[in-house]
């Protein structure tokens, strides 16, 4: 089915200048960019967005990272979209990540790790609203 993802280009890759090295894979991929915007996270909006990490050893890391700079969050639309984005990244620590994928080439480390992906239907809906209205979508 053709799915909607909320995806996230991280500090430490707007930093490196690789946002259109990073869009242009998921292009490859078939995946769509209808939404995007570049914006600074407080540290209050980075702890909403990552809440289901409240309590873990990384979230005051996670968090303060994600307000250390400039983020591009973005709304990818394709078949399967989701898993797709998912492969595209690659696994979460870049030591595990298949060759080719974004944090295989990209990551510097398992938090400094170039990209956010949904995981399921349910958070990708959820991610989405939290950065997007309805009108700012264009498929
Ligand atoms: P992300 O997909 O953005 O979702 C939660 C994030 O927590 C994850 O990617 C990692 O970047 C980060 N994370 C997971 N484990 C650790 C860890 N051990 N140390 C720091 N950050 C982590």
């Known amino acids: 089915a053709i799915e909607r993802t909320l995806s996230i280009i991280k500090p430490d890759a707007t930093r ?8 242009a894979k998921f292009e490859e991929a078939g995946l769509r960019i209808i939404a995007q915007k570049r914006i600074r996270l407080t540290k209050e909006q980075a702890e909403q967005f990552y809440a289901v990490h409240r309590g873990r050893p990384f979230f005051a890391e996670l968090t303060e990272f994600m307000a250390s700079g400039p983020v591009v969050v973005q709304v990818l639309e394709g078949e399967n979209a989701i898993l797709k984005n998912r492969e595209v990244m ?18 510097e480390s ?13 958070t990708a809906a959820q991610e989405i609203a939290f950065f997007f209205a309805g009108i700012e979508l264009v498929g």
């Open 90 to 107: 690659g696994a979460t620590n870049p030591k595990d990540a298949a060759p080719g994928t974004i944090r295989a080439e990209f990551a």
């Open 16 to 23: 490196r200048n690789l946002t259109g090295r990073i869009n």
């Open 110 to 122: 398992v938090g400094e790790n170039s990209v956010h992906g949904s995981d399921a239907p349910e």
